[in-house]
């Protein structure tokens, strides 16, 4: 695995405060206020006075999940028609929530259908709005598209769901992953 900034930050400053210049000096990075600036956005360093930083414990950096998990969803819904969470995301939806398979606390699979015939202009439409739909992607979250030839997605929420009937489906043919999910099913 790579050194990231943050790695080089912690090995040669820990918690004690640094400026743009020494970080410069002792990474050799040209553009220091710049991975400085970025480090900060993402919540990996504090800025404490102009041009001094300090690297934030793990225990003080804010937990991104949900904002990345939240722009992928929009980044889905704003896509175009038409689509319908499928899988996973649809059992969530027609369970109002109370039911989500979650295999890592650092990842989200979004599980959506599309019109086989529109299936490449997603994979380009996601690529193009820096959204995973690799296998490979084991953090973050990533979107798993599967392909239908007669989509009709009803709404739960606002939101394109498959219909019920392929959940319901899906809990039968899966009883290990699902249990009692069927009983939680809304509607």
Known sequence: MALTYIDVLSSLFGGRRF???EFARRSGNPRAAKVLSELKNRGLVERVGRGKYRCLSPS????LRNAEWGRVHDVVLSGPDPKAWAGETALELWTGGRYRL??????????LAVPRLRREDWVRYLSDHRVSTSTKKRVGA??????ADDLKPVLIDGEPVVARSEVERLIREHPALYGNAEELLIG
């Open 19 to 21: 400026t743009t210049l």
């Open 102 to 111: 979650a295999p890592s606390l650092y990842s989200r699979v979004f599980n």
């Open 60 to 63: 003080e950096r804010p937990d």
């Open 142 to 147: 990533r979107v798993e598209l599967t392909t």
